[in-house]
């Protein structure tokens, strides 16, 4: 049959997308990018927050409306929001022939065959399976970028969270197998390595009985992949050993993307996130005493239960003296079966909002002082985008995929995607920069200032 699938939220979902993708194409079955002439849609939901669930409802809805035009003849959902609301789902879009929920889509291929035989297929399983290393994958990012998923579930227990619910308990991968699939990618190309998982920082302690991630990204960073970028780590995990090998190799993004969540120890201790404030500070400035020109992205979440005016002061003060690289903020979302919805003292939506816009604000200034500090440096820059027959899009090894700040570079050459050139700064906004190829740059402005 031919396939389509669209694949929702973090990039920790879309490996398991690209997994069931290569079990379909192992099975002979015809993958295909778009839902016009597929005979099977499978829509890969996010079930985190209320805005990601909304977002996988509405593509599950629009498919729905397809199949009852007639140009497609059966609807799959997987994902978190199946793992979730796998009743629920069928009961308000009967147009959905088979759930399958994160503990199944290794058995995505069983589910499919089943569709020409009967309706209403749930396949929800056990979340706690183990790693089945002998899954195939299909890549479906662009030929320069891989995702290297290190380990399933977690163990932190954020009682705002329902991942851990959702996806079970932290299993480490095998390092033999996260080598083995590295060098794979390696093979096919890959330049930019991401390392993620739902906390990278405790890689390898439930299997090995230690923290292994500084000897995995020591393993990885002697392949040749020419920037490898570790995602998600939780700042208590954060350690001098894992700092001081990213310092030691250039192809190790000196990026450290911590979701702090809060500065209040208050409102993180309601989290039953294990840091504090002066811990959180303290980490920061241990990183930038060993790497000057670390990029130190985080998240934080305004308006938890309870968090009054003051906890609120207390993370502008944080964001407003750090000076975070990169910040990513929302405002909470109120889930079931999570300890923090049992909280009392909600905050209503109205002040939510006027309290992330006031942070956004406040970061947005912040940027803007560190990226007027860049005019005058040169970046290598890998190319993702062409605007027009001048105009690309790029990003350093400094910005992540999707949800950092860009470079504009301004050429007079032909170039590709996956590119990678260098690029002298000329202008600096409040997230982005633009700036022209070196070799194209009169000597006289190639002077750093």
């Not at 899954?135 to 399933?152: C, M, N, Q, V």
């Not at 450290?256 to 969540?261: K, L, T």
């Not at 294990?274 to 998240?299: C, F, G, W, Y």
């Not at 820059?381 to 301004?410: C, F, M, N, P």
Request: hydrophobic share 35%; glycine share 6%; net charge negative.
């Amino acid at each position: 049959m031919k396939i389509a699938l669209e694949s929702l939220g973090c990039s920790k979902n879309l490996v398991d997308a690209e997994i069931m993708l290569g079990l379909l194409n192992k099975k002979g079955h015809q993958l295909v990018s778009s839902p016009e002439g597929a005979d099977v849609v499978i829509v890969n939901t996010c079930g985190f927050i209320e805005s990601a669930k909304q977002e996988s409802i509405d593509s599950i809805v629009e498919y729905a409306d397809l199949k009852n035009e007639g140009s497609l003849k059966y609807l799959l959902v997987s994902g978190c929001l199946a793992q979730r609301y796998p009743d629920e789902l069928k009961e308000e879009i009967p147009e959905i022939d088979a759930i399958v929920g994160t503990g199944s889509y290794q058995n995505i291929t069983t589910v499919v065959d089943k569709l020409m035989t009967r309706d209403g297929i749930v396949e929800i399983g056990d979340i706690n399976f183990s790693f089945n290393e002998d899954l195939p994958r299909y890549i479906s990012t662009p030929d320069h970028l891989a995702y290297l998923k290190i380990g399933e579930g977690c163990d932190n227990n954020c009682t705002y969270c329902i991942i851990p619910k959702l996806r079970g308990k932290y299993r480490s991968r095998k390092l033999e197998d996260l080598l083995a699939e590295a060098e794979g990618l390696l093979e096919r190309g890959v330049k930019e390595l991401v390392v993620i998982a739902q906390d990278t920082s405790v890689y390898g302690r439930d299997r090995y009985g230690r923290v292994m991630l500084a000897e995995l990204l020591e393993r990885l960073a002697k392949m040749g992949f020419k920037w490898i970028r570790v995602m998600y780590s939780y700042p208590e995990g954060i350690t001098e050993e894992i700092v001081d090998v990213i310092a030691k190799y250039d192809n190790l993004c000196s990026y450290f993307d911590i979701p702090m969540q809060h500065a209040s120890d208050r409102i993180l201790k309601l989290m039953n996130r294990h840091t504090s404030n002066q811990e959180l500070r303290s980490k920061v400035e241990m990183i930038r005493s060993k790497i000057p020109d670390a990029t130190i992205r985080t998240t934080f979440i305004v308006g938890f239960p309870g968090e009054t005016d003051e906890d609120f002061d207390t993370l502008i003060d944080f964001v407003e003296n750090m000076g975070l690289d990169r910040m990513g903020a929302f405002t909470y979302s109120r889930e079931e079966d999570t300890p923090a919805d049992r909280l009392p003292d909600h905050i209503d939506e109205d002040t939510k909002k006027e309290r992330l816009e006031r942070l956004m604000m406040v970061q947005q200034s912040v940027s803007e002082i560190i990226n007027q500090k860049k005019i005058g440096n040169t970046y290598e820059v890998l190319i993702e985008d062409q605007i027009d027959d001048t105009l690309y899009i790029g990003r350093t090894k400094y910005d992540a995929e999707e949800i950092d700040s860009v470079i504009y570079v301004e050429t007079k050459r032909d170039l590709s995607r996956g590119d990678m050139v260098d690029v002298l700064v000329e202008s600096a906004y409040e997230y982005d920069l633009k700036g022209h190829l070196v070799d194209e740059v009169p000597t006289m402005k190639k002077i750093n200032i």
